[in-house]
């Protein structure tokens, strides 16, 4: 039952824009420096280590920058929208119902408490009672079973109009599969936390000691195979590899007891006849788990997998295992406050109905207009970087031209809102209970695509959401409102530091059309390949030293770690390509007007610091190798430093000569956009 995109590609940072105020523009925060750290040295550390130090982490945090600021922010918005709905005198099925009552219900801590496991019991003794050839019905039908793979409908990679039906790897809890496979201290010791973890949990769930045992082992024999067989992080970069269309008779030949045709049947939909195979080694190694495993031991699996996708809207107790399990994760002290893991519900599973109510307080229709014009100030930017390129040929830049020239923009929030009417949330059922009504109407309103035309202006993220993304299939570019706002955006600022950050936002989410994956994708959105044969070559060969670049950044010295250059390359190119067209608009902005020297920083010197001040933040080492291994995105520190070794106008800007830890000699950088 679980929803796979291949749409969205996404970034982790914005701000938002003004470019005019009747006051004297504010310059760089120098409490945000560290001055004691020379800019040549260490260039992050100077930008950022005054922030970083006036930010300590709190227990309830992993990580905290700048970033997470604003989404703490805007937490605080929703949280006013929410506590404030008038719930009592509701319509039934209004979005002020909807929302209040499921809110409310994650706030209930007594009632869940006293519940305990009661809300699963039913479920899980349907799991157990379940005969093997049933179990792909139950794996299509009850929401909470993840097991095996994963299931979505999305536009067609190779017809981008019209959407289909994707079949992907999936099945295991501790979602990365180097976490099975890898033999190190961090690993070992997430495996005997996530074995302890389905030993409580089960034992919530009134499991005795041998039957907990019993569960841990064949869950980890399970999710091991399917690591096993599991496409790489770095190789689902590739989306070529995974667009594998059979038929469901051919799978019906080939992995027999992988029955899709029953699956999706069960599903409503019984017009299937060909399924896009992400990962065909992963499909067969299900075939073979499905058909060897004991009964017992299939059902084992499936009923942990169950009760851990429902713990986190159970007691006290369930929500504590869970996090103790974070806790060797991520690094993180302190369970969130209740509120916070109440709200994260509505504003998940119904983002839409939320978001407009967000928009209506938080977002004027100015924003999104001087948004608009901002985008286009750095279309023009990328438009006269295609056009310096020595590495392109002319064919394949009329191409780019082209693409560059159809990107859809969308800002703040769909100009059609999404209806939810049609869901019930009933307080007088259990908590996880409507959390399962929601979302299987989620599911529902996703398999009601199939076979249909691309609706070109769905929204992959509410408008509350802090982030953004570029989307290959639809060729757009797309900034919600909850990113569009401070404290990344200052309208008192000039705009160097402006262009520093919104401006990088927005000239990186177009560069993502043209990374690695994304210059697959024409300007229709179709993988189809329009580069010359040589210029594919180059591009590869520039790609190769980002990687080399970042594959040598030390990320843990204790650990002795290292950046996964090839799992980031994508947001490595976005970041470069994305400061280096920022710059370029910013400087044609300011053709006629030149800025001046503002509190000692030069316009250049004030871009690049608001660059480095978008990372600014603080982690713990645990979640430093957690997202070394499982996150796209570089670390901060490394977004900067290492972004910016490349550029030879932050070399001007800050006098880095050879002999200075931040210079790289030039024929050892690189340029792609």
């Not at 005198?89 to 006293?114: C, K």
């Not at 770095?234 to 080939?254: C, F, G, H, V, W």
């Not at 195979?277 to 942990?304: F, M």
């Not at 790289?664 to 956009?673: D, K, L, S, T």
Request: glycine share 6%.
């Amino acid at each position: 039952m679980k929803k796979i995109s291949y749409a969205v590609l996404s970034i982790a940072f914005a701000s938002t824009i003004t470019m005019c105020t009747t006051k004297s523009p504010k310059g760089v925060d120098r409490a945000n420096l560290n001055d004691s750290v020379a800019p040549q040295e260490d260039f992050y550390e100077y930008a950022c280590g005054g922030w970083m130090k006036a930010n300590p982490l709190k227990p309830e945090f992993s990580r905290f920058g700048t970033f997470d600021q604003l989404g703490e922010n805007t937490r605080e918005q929703v949280k006013s929208l929410v506590t404030g709905l008038d719930t009592k005198n509701a319509v039934a099925g209004s979005a002020a119902q909807q929302i209040g009552d499921l809110y409310a219900m994650g706030m209930d801590s007594t009632r869940l408490n006293e519940q305990g496991a009661t809300p699963i019991l039913k479920d899980i003794e349907t799991i157990n009672n379940t005969k093997r050839e049933d179990l792909i019905e139950l794996m299509a039908t009850m929401v909470g079973v993840d097991a095996f793979f994963g299931t979505g409908v999305d536009a067609d990679m190779m017809n981008s109009e019209m959407n289909t039906m994707y079949w992907g790897q999936g099945g295991l809890g501790l979602g990365d599969r180097d976490y099975y496979l890898e033999d190190n201290e961090n690993t070992n010791a997430i495996r005997e936390a996530y074995k302890t973890y389905i030993k409580t949990i089960t034992g919530l769930a009134g499991y005795d000691e041998a039957a907990q045992q019993r569960v841990v082992d064949n869950v980890m024999r399970i999710e091991t195979a399917l690591a096993k067989a599991a496409m790489s992080r770095e190789e689902l970069r590739d989306p070529a590899a995974s667009y594998n269309p059979m038929t469901l008779t051919q799978i019906a030949k080939d992995y027999p007891n992988v029955d899709l045709k029953r699956y999706f049947a069960k599903q409503g939909i019984d017009s299937i006849e060909t399924v896009i195979i992400g990962q065909p080694k992963s499909l067969a190694a299900v075939n073979e788990i499905l058909g060897k495993e004991s009964e017992e031991a299939l059902r084992d699996y499936i009923t942990a997998g169950y009760i851990a996708s429902a713990a986190g809207y159970l007691s006290d107790d369930f929500i504590n295992a869970n996090f103790e399990l974070r806790k060797v994760i991520s690094g993180v002290q302190q369970l969130q406050p209740r509120w916070k893991r109440a709200l994260s519900v509505p504003n998940g599973l119904l983002g839409e109905a939320l978001g407009q109510l967000y928009v209506e307080k938080y977002f004027p229709q100015s924003s999104k207009d001087k948004m608009l014009d901002l985008v286009n100030n750095l279309k023009i930017a990328l438009g006269q970087h295609i056009d310096a390129l020595t590495w392109m040929s002319d064919s394949t830049k009329a191409q780019a031209h082209e693409k560059l020239s159809t990107f859809t923009v969308k800002i703040g929030f769909p100009d059609k809102w999404r209806d939810y009417s049609d869901l019930t949330i009933d307080p007088s059922k259990s908590y996880w209970e409507n959390v399962q009504a929601a979302i299987k109407h989620n599911i529902d309103f996703s398999l009601a695509d199939y076979g249909k035309p691309v609706d070109k202006t769905r929204w992959y993220m509410p408008p509350q959401t802090v982030n953004a993304y570029y989307s290959p299939l639809s060729n757009e570019i797309c900034f919600p409102a909850g990113i569009l706002q401070a404290p990344f955006f200052d309208p008192e600022a000039d705009d160097a530091l402006n262009y520093g950050a919104i401006g990088v936002v927005i000239g990186h989410e177009m560069t993502h059309g043209f990374d690695d994956q994304g210059r697959q994708f024409d300007k229709d959105g179709n993988l189809k390949n329009w580069w010359a044969e040589e210029d594919a070559v180059a591009f590869n060969a520039l790609a190769d030293i980002l990687v080399a670049q970042f594959d040598s950044v030390v990320v843990d010295e204790a650990t002795n770690t290292h950046a996964n250059g090839r799992f980031t390359l994508g947001e490595n190119i976005a970041d470069q390509g994305g400061l280096r067209v920022a710059l370029t608009a910013y400087r044609n902005s300011q053709a006629n007007n030149p800025a001046e020297v503002i509190d000692g920083f030069t316009p250049e010197q004030r871009f690049f610091l608001a660059y480095a001040n978008v990372w600014a933040g603080n982690i713990r080492n645990e979640e430093i190798l957690s997202r070394t291994k499982t996150d796209p995105h570089s670390l901060g520190r490394w977004r900067v430093n290492a972004t910016l070794r490349n550029i030879e106008e932050f070399f001007q800007a800050f006098d880095i000569k050879e002999g200075d830890a931040m210079y790289r000699p030039a024929e050892e950088r690189v340029i792609i956009w």
